[in-house]
């Protein structure tokens, strides 16, 4: 289950969140036209966002509520990515 949005006020968050929002329907209709291509620089677009949110961003904070929905943020990133990468073959 995704974080409960409510508790993602910080910008480098929000704007996480709403980016992977964006890349699931335009990814999941770029899947069944096979735009793959499309779909891996989509993918690639993410990795600012990623960076701002790791720079910016304490996932293990006190708040439990915002501990909760920044992992669960972070969650979503696996399973997101499914459809396009698969995360289980990759070693390490």
Same mark, same amino acid.
């Given at each position: 289950?995704?974080?409960? @949005?409510?508790?993602?006020?910080?910008?480098?968050?929000?704007?996480?969140?709403?980016?992977?929002? @964006?890349?699931?329907?335009?990814?999941?209709?770029?899947?069944?036209?096979?735009?793959?291509?499309?779909?891996?620089?989509?993918?690639?677009?993410?990795r600012p966002l990623l960076d701002s949110f790791f720079s910016e961003i304490r996932v293990n904070v006190?708040?439990?509520?915002?501990?909760?929905?920044?992992?669960?943020?972070?969650?979503?990133?696996?399973?997101?990515? @499914?459809?396009?990468?698969?995360?289980?073959?990759?070693?390490?």
């Amino acid at each position: 289950q995704g974080p409960k @949005s409510i508790f993602l006020v910080e910008p480098a968050e929000r704007a996480l969140y709403d980016e992977l929002q @964006s890349f699931q329907r335009a990814a999941l209709q770029k899947i069944k036209d096979e735009r793959f291509e499309d779909v891996m620089s989509d993918m690639a677009h993410l990795r600012p966002l990623l960076d701002s949110f790791f720079s910016e961003i304490r996932v293990n904070v006190d708040d439990p509520e915002k501990r909760e929905a920044r992992i669960r943020l972070l969650g979503l990133i696996p399973w997101m990515l @499914s459809p396009v990468a698969d995360f289980s073959q990759v070693e390490g």
